[in-house]
């Protein structure tokens, strides 16, 4: 009995297939999964900032109602201010811009609402470089536009680990 070229390689295949699918969780990969909380409603307050709606996505992601106001709510968390930089890191020898530094700042605080008095502001901060040329306008403002994106993600992450160490007294 003669075995073809094509059945080996669909045999070798499936076999690689199932060795590999063995040895993802031997390596300790898991998905990532929700962040437990210890409050299961919030009222986001303050400034209308960019990060707000993105933040209100993620939460809600992770079983968290965002309520429309503070009566309902288990904490209150308050966006405080959100500021974008963007400063000269190196220039040319003709005086030319060749890098930009982007900078990105949020602070928030928190509080019960039984409680009147906040939390000790906190800030999440994030500064990316990037390469700049005259030459790739669009394409460096589409890369700056993209890196600004990334950093306002990476702060809302960021918040979701620090109100995850948050523990609400009982009522």
Request: hydrophobic letters at 40%; proline letters at 4%; glycine letters at 6%.
């Amino acid at each position: 009995m003669k075995i073809s070229r094509s059945t080996i390689m669909l045999h070798a295949s499936l076999v690689l297939a199932l060795l590999t699918s063995l040895m993802l969780p031997a390596c300790g990969f898991q998905l990532r999964g929700t962040t437990a909380l210890s409050f299961k409603t919030v009222y986001i307050q303050g400034p209308s900032l960019s990060v707000s709606k993105e933040l209100g996505q993620l939460l809600k992601s992770n079983g968290i109602q965002v309520v429309d106001n503070q009566v309902n709510a288990e904490l209150l968390l308050e966006m405080l201010n959100e500021t974008n930089e963007k400063r000269i890191l190196s220039l040319s020898g003709g005086g030319v811009v060749r890098e930009y530094e982007l900078n990105y700042r949020l602070s928030f605080r928190t509080r019960e609402p039984a409680n009147p008095i906040w939390s000790a502001p906190q800030t999440v901060q994030s500064r990316r470089d990037f390469s700049y040329s005259d030459d790739a306008l669009l394409g460096k403002l589409d890369e700056e536009a993209k890196l600004n994106t990334d950093m306002r993600s990476d702060a809302v992450r960021e918040i979701l680990r620090r109100l995850s160490a948050i523990k609400l007294t009982p009522k």
